[in-house]
């Protein structure tokens, strides 16, 4: 189980601290976005290394978070920043006299509903169509539809839910046969009782999110959060950031009373990163998490057959490995060498 | 006092270090040495109207607020304020009292003035014994007045206002000492240590440096904003440098010529802030070169400090105000007053700050689908992450701490970037702080590889071959991969549905037994039949013949006519019972299963190997396995823990008469394969391989058709479907979709496909007509081909100069020949 690793530092020209970097559906394209107010969006080269092909000041102030809409709606991005904005972009190319294709990505709208800082943004799964969720320090998430996913200057709000905490994170579960969820973390200071992690059913067809749950054993700010992609699953892993990783397993009860109730189990808490966790991330078919905190080490984590999980490797911010599990498999009911074959496929 | 300088000491080590490292350090140390008041606290009074301006006296002991319904001063003591003056009586509100902005003499400190809205400048002495302190009203403006400044030295008050005048009032003489005509002016300020010498912001974006010895014109003028200024500073210990803030939230900062005098007015904009708002008010913090705090007209309701060398994110911020803060006075570098429209007062201290810059994130991750890992990071944890390397050796070697014990240079280094990192304020640390990289990369032992989903996306067949060569075709690719589970299920799959029911190898069933369904109690005599074909294959088949026999025992249970067959049946059984195990078939057991499993196989074979057809029941029953052995299965492998409980299940089921008629199929393993089948493809799915879920489904059709819920299959197919298009195998996902059972998703690549076509003529959509070329009102058909006069219903090519065109081939052809249009309109057609 050795983790290799090949290292590629890249020089962003970014004046300021990089708040977050995405990858657009394909993987083909980056975007990372700054302090310095300006968003960058990278692709590859033909010598696969990474350069950058458009950068452009959007913002007033930090930018927070950009993330990528599913292809089927074009090449647009969201930013939300401290200047208590977000922002919808979309590419333009256009073709010159000379044949030069000339890419620009143009802003569509401007959401200037919050007071303070937009700490998240997040586009819906798409067969919701063209809905983009925003939750600001205000304690308030809004939730934006397009109408017309060919015209996206028309963004109505549909919903605004009073969290009653300064929000951090949010996350749509894309879950399939369920009613879509949302995830809220509050990365308020202040103790809360039901915990700061808060669950919403969004019905599409009601025009309302309901507040079905809560986690309450989640009682430290949240930085983070992020479903797992759900990809045929019956239960969805949610994973957390706040001084520790927590991964919870929520599976469906069932209605009642017009709402999904859940069933929530933490299946891992680590407090490796010792520090604050600040970013994670699924792989796309959510078996992995990368996790990253203010110690400068990414750790992969994953979850063995009997559905634990532990850490599969921890890398340096420079590349360098600092620590691999070396140990097959852990303690469990496989004892028997040729059992743990089966295990490790 | 030592510790104190060991600090230094690793501050100056620390410092020279990050010379060679980093090439950038600001004088840190002065950070160090500083005394930081411990007692300074944050605390506040309501004063119950919405402060508009501030001003406090010299020694800091007392503080002016003014606003719409409030004038009074307050005594600043060590926790609180105290109410010490009301200016402003009930019964008198003139527009004397509403002053848009306050200040006190500096060298009297009873003596204030304010310049009110209605252009007067009031003055009010604090000594005077009765209730009313105005002491003296001055018309200085005939539209409101923005800015008032007391020179610093002389007696002289410098007022600035919407009337386009400066006016400087001599307090002695009671009377305006001289005027500037300029353009409507926001806000004023003295130069500190030049005394003639003050600055004006105005209207129309340009600040305007003036020499009150010569009111006719400025010394010189220079446009700082785009838009008006509101607001300008001058630092108070660099005397040269100004800040401004206008309309176009910008803070500026411009390095002045040292001398006005010298006539080389040349002006540099050092630094800029982009904030998100209109400046109201920048106000230098003291003893600090690089420091300016700032307040906005609106939105942003907090006290902003910036650090000029990172504009991009404030320092420190003071949220303490639930509205626009318009005032802020410094007292030193570590306390400042602020008023709003809230109507706090309140004072700060710097250590209550909130520093955003711990709340931003310095580290950010994405995976992409090729488990590409790209990391941005704040270079001061790449550092920190060595240092937690060498923290983790160090806790583990004590003698690394101290360098001349482990002796090597570069541990030497190691202790130095801890001690350093571990000794200063962080917050200090701020401007460093700044830098982030890219990294990339491809960590190795992921659960999810990109290139083995490719290759089996790419490689596995589907359909169009007879299913065991299809399974072990996908068999051989899983092994490719090294899935080696994926390799033996299908190998498994391959074993467990060759045969029996598969229609085309055996075409001598009726149609109707194709269908992998328990065989109804209505065609017994076929079932005969089965069985013995199934034993004439020579594989195992036990699953089967079970599954049904099963069915039929619990079915039809007490049916005498029935039993005739059975006995048949176990006549024929009895007599194929050798193939079952011939040395042929344990081989391919141990070929597809682990050692583990053999050994479930070798028990069974002791106990399932009987020279006689008729096996005791109880025998059966009590043939199970330990309870951790069964445990193992279950866990892992649900065939055979569903093989057991079906077994016992069936043997529950069986009545003691019946035993004699049980045929020899029972004495091999009883798979229900079908639920187990299922519930491998669940658990597959489970376990986030959501490709060989649906590739077995695919592969097993009719076999195992409808006994999947079709909406988790609907939604296994959305899954990998996405994951297909997500690495852009359209052509993989295109073929999953036809062969899909489920109707959604085989609409799925039918969605979109309809072409809408208009009438060339009237423009009329064609879409509700029958037929796509042919409108209505017009009575004609649409697009006729101008050669063979028949609709063209593919590509139409026409002429951009006539309009006139047809079918791609026939327009071809026809150019090929020609260079006129074909219809005789006689345009010259260009064919490219």
Partial sequence: MALSSSVKGTLTNHKDLIHDVSYNYYGDRLATCSSDQHVKVWEKDSNEDWVCKNTWKAHQASIWRVVWAHPEFGNVLATCSFDRTAIVWEELVSVSASGEIHNQFVSKHTFVDSRTSVSDVKFAPKNLGMLLATCSNDGIVRIYEAPDVMNLTQWNILIEIGVKMSCSSISW????????????????????????????????????????????????????????????????????????????????????????????????????????????????????????????????????????WSCCGVLKGDGSLIKSQTSGEPVGLLSAPSASKYATS | MGSLSQVRGCWYCWSLLKLFVIKKVTNMNKFVTEKVPTASKTFSIDVKAEITCMAANKEFSLVACVGRQVFKVFGIEDDHFTERHNLRPAHRSTLSYVAVDIVWSPRDENILASAASNGHVVFWDLNKPMKQKQDHVSPLHERAASGISFHSTESLLLSGGKDGMCKIFDTRKREVAYTFPSVSVHDVQWWPNQCFIFAAATENGSIQIWDYRNPASHVFEFTAHNGPVFTIDFHPDEKNKLASGGRDKLIKVWSLPQSVMTGQHSKIQTHGIQTIAPLAKVRWRPKRSNQIASIVNSFDLGVNVWELTRPSIPFATFTEHSDVVTSIIWKDAHEFISGGKDSKLVMHSFKDAMRLSEKANPIAISLDKDVELALALNDRLLLSSSQYSAGVKGASNPSMSHPSASGGAGNKVMTLFRTGLSKPDKREEFIKDKISSLYFFQPANQEFNANHFKYCANNYVLYGRPFEEMCQHNSEIAGHCKKVQVMKHWLLLKTMFNSVFDAQSHTFLPPNLSNPRPITVE?????????????????????????????????????????????????????????????????????????????????????????????????????????????????????????????????????????????????????????????????????????????????????????????????????????????????????IITKCSLKNIQQLNQASTTIYTVCASCQKPLLTEKCGWYCKKCQKITSLCSICHTPVKGIYVCCQGCAHGGHISHMKDWFKSNTQCPTGCGHECEWT
């Fill in chain 1, 173 to 308: 579960c894309s879950a399939m046969r369920l009613q879509p969820i949302i995830a809220v973390g509050c990365d308020d200071p202040g103790s809360s009782p039901s915990g700061k992690v808060i669950l919403y059913e969004f019905s599409d067809g009601m025009r309302k999110c309901t507040k079905i749950d809560s986690i309450p054993s989640i009682t430290e700010p949240v930085q983070d959060l992020c479903f797992a992609p759900n990809i045929g699953r019956s239960v969805n892993l949610l994973a957390i950031a706040t001084k520790d990783v927590a991964i919870v397993q929520l599976k469906s009860q069932g209605k009642s009373q017009s709402t999904t109730r859940f069933d929530q189990k933490i299946v891992g808490q680590f407090t490796d990163h010792k520090q604050t966790v600040w970013r994670l991330c699924w792989n796309i078919t959510g078996t992995t998490l990368a996790s990253t905190g203010d110690d400068g080490c990414v750790r992969l984590w994953k979850s063995n057959y009997l559905g634990t």
């Fill in chain 2, 523 to 735: 065609v017994p005599p076929v079932r005969v039949e089965v069985n013995g074909a199934a034993a004439d294959t020579k594989l195992i088949h036990g699953n089967f013949s079970n599954q049904e026999n099963g069915d039929i025992t619990s079915g039809v249970s007490g049916d005498e006519d029935y039993d005739d067959n059975f006995q048949s049946n176990s006549a024929t059984q009895t007599a194929n019972h050798d193939f079952f195990f011939e040395d042929n078939e344990i081989d391919g057991f141990e070929l597809d299963l682990d050692e583990k499993d053999d050994e479930y196989f070798e028990d069974e074979q002791d106990f399932d190997l009987p020279t006689e057809s008729f096996i005791p029941p109880h025998d059966l029953t009590d043939a199970g396995h330990p309870q951790s052995s069964l445990a193992y299965h279950s866990h892992r492998i649900p065939f055979y823990a569903e093989n057991h409980y079906l077994r016992d299940k069936l043997s529950e089921q069986r009545s003691p008469e019946k035993i004699s008629v049980i045929p020899a199929a029972f004495d091999i393993p009883l798979w229900d394969s079908v639920s187990a089948v299922i519930s491998l493809l669940h658990s597959y799915a489970e376990d986030g391989d959501v490709q060989t879920a649906v590739s077995m489904h695919i592969v097993l059709g009719n076999k195992i058709k409808s006994q999947i819920d079709e909406e988790l299959l609907e939604n296994w197919m959305t899954a990998y479907l996405d994951l297909l298009e997500m690495f852009k195998l359209w052509c993989v996902s295109n073929t």
